[in-house]
């Protein structure tokens, strides 16, 4: 199948700064991939090569199989962009803007209400239809931009942190509405707030320092990590007791035990590789009949792994930095 | 052509989606009504060789110094301010397109301002006593009036293209006008004669209305002003597509 996306290479340089230093990956059709990486990290300026907006220093890029530098327009024809901070016209209605948007986009006469309607209907703002951009809430104007996205019917949407400056619950309704929107578009969609991602997307990619860190399933990139093995207990007993009965199992590495209120005492436990420990310390409680009321895993978030892996290229970065000073 | 459409109408409803549009028309409406019954009251006076729309095409250069900063300040500034630019250029849209329909927005407004002096035309008429008005000069004049006003346009697009800054902008293309149209007019009085005064007195605006206004249509400035808007036009396009490579 031909890629969505096919970044090969890709560099961009300003002014003696590297934003983006040979990077490459592929999107595939109908994938949601969330392009996860701290502020300034290369995110946006990625998205602005892959829709046409700036070129690149160096590099192939394509986006469904046309090149982008020497198709700009037909690409663009594919996409839907929302840049940051949803940049509209302030001084329109919602359906004049959308109206003329579709007119750019080259959505013919008679399918112009048509679309027009449908982009609203499905970002929820038909009834702000005759409002006046700028008075609208952020929430809104975050959906005129996903609507405006929409209209041309885009086989790819470019969303650039389509959930910044929202409320919980505004976050909420644009993530289901991305949700949606993937059964019908492949979705690229720039973040740093990790739950996001592991809710809408069925990949992740890591940016950072303009370059890709790690490129996976949000699944897969916990079970990488290594770290199934943290559980947190919570039995009727003494704290020495329960240290010293759940040290004697032979793949714990290390226990950290503590009073809880109620007599109680709770416990994290950490494995020695990546066991669940949970069985095993289910028995002990029994054994020494221990009224038990928690036992649960830690959970590693992508939080975890962002850190992890963002800090594991500092480090090897500082680390090339010593060699080369130590070499001279 | 068909987003060239789509473009003007967006931009002509800017006009007059926020106050500008309606300020700038009331101030050129104030300034031209003003010239006129001076000029009335002045004819009045005696008889003289001037016509009335003669003089008041020769007042064309005050609201122009004024006006047309004012309607093409925001035109790619605010665009560039506000990052609604990264939307157009991200639609299938080329550069040419967006520079070629804003400046025929400014210019279809300026037109419109031009245009309800006509009801001058029509007091005039009504006033003269059943003398048929010489028509060929107005229409001239009209003419003129629209050929200096599209170069000067194409000046003011320019300088809004360069900066994020309406005020800057507004700033840049009164300086430009000022000169094109005030200092080399200075200039042709200065250099009496000789080869300087001949040149300025060339490229002088007010010598060129004038004939206009007297119902001479020469083709050189014609030339002269379709050429400068050429150029202006195609340097407001590569200062756009400078972003491609700095």
Redesign the interface.
Known sequence: MQPMIKVEGLTKR??GVTALNNLSFTVQPGEIVGFLGPNGAGKSTTM?IL?????ATAGRVEVAGLDVFENS??V??H?G?M?E?N??????RVV?YLR??S????VSRAQRAERVDYAMEKTGITDVRRRVIGQLSKGYRQRVGLA?ALLGAPALLILDEPTIGLDPVQIRQVRQLIKELGQAHTILISTHILPEVEMTCNRVLIIHHGKILASDTPDNLKRSLNTGGLVLVEVRARVTDLRNRLEELPEVANVSAEPADDGYARALVEAKGAVDLREQIYRVAVANRWELRELSRGRTTLEDIFVHITREEDEAEEDRRERRRGAR | MRNVAALLRRELSAYFASIVGYVVVMFFLIVMGVTFAVVVGYLNRGPTQLTAMKILFSMFWLPSLVVIPMITMRLLAEEKRAGTIEMLMTAPVTEGAVVVAKWLGALVLYGLMWALTGGYVLILQHFSGGAPLDVGPILSGYLGVLLIGQFLIALGLLSSSMTKNQVAAALMSFAMIFMILIVLNWMSFLFQGGVFGQAFRTLSAFEHMEDFARGIVDTRPVILYLSGTAVALFLTIRVLESRKWR
């Open positions: 300003y002014a602005r829709t046409g907006f700036i070129p327009l037909e663009r024809k996409i962009y840049p901070n940049p509209l016209y302030e001084d329109m004049e003329f948007r007119r750019l986009k080259g405006d």
